[in-house]
């Protein structure tokens, strides 16, 4: 049974960071890749970055590059995103995924889910 578990949400003012993370457990994830998505209230669940297991590449969406950094370990099967230089935009639950649909985007690829960590940003 593949479970995902985020942690590291909280209360942050603007400029301040936080580091998420999401420990998965229940199959080998070496093939997969382990993105990250964040709803606000009243919007769209929508894609933040992604990793790929095995090579570890990684993809990003436009408002979060040069602030955000999506890294993995291996061994721990942690996938980690550092987020610095936090705006009150930023403000949204933050869910991890993993999809076998390398470099994927789209909510429909991704199979599994968190149950989402709060981060909120205060201005």
């Known amino acids: 049974q593949v479970q995902l578990v985020e942690s590291g949400g909280g209360l942050v003012r603007a400029g301040g960071s936080l580091r998420l993370s999401c420990a998965a457990s229940?199959?080998?994830?070496?093939?997969?890749?382990m993105g990250w998505f964040r709803q606000a209230p009243g919007k769209e669940r929508e894609f933040v970055a992604s990793?790929?297991?095995?090579?570890?590449?990684?993809d990003y969406t436009d408002s979060v590059k040069g602030r955000f950094t999506i890294s993995r370990d291996n061994a721990k099967n942690t996938v980690y995103l550092q987020m610095n230089s936090l705006k009150p935009e930023d403000t949204a639950a933050y869910y991890c995924?993993?999809?076998?649909?390398?470099?994927?985007?789209?909510?429909?690829?991704?199979?599994?889910w968190g149950q989402g960590t709060q981060v909120t940003v205060s201005s």
């Open positions: 995924a993993t999809s076998r649909n390398l470099g994927a985007r789209s909510r429909p690829s991704y199979d599994y």
């Open positions: 229940g199959r080998p994830f070496r093939n997969d890749a």
């Open positions: 990793i790929a297991w095995s090579s570890g590449f990684t």
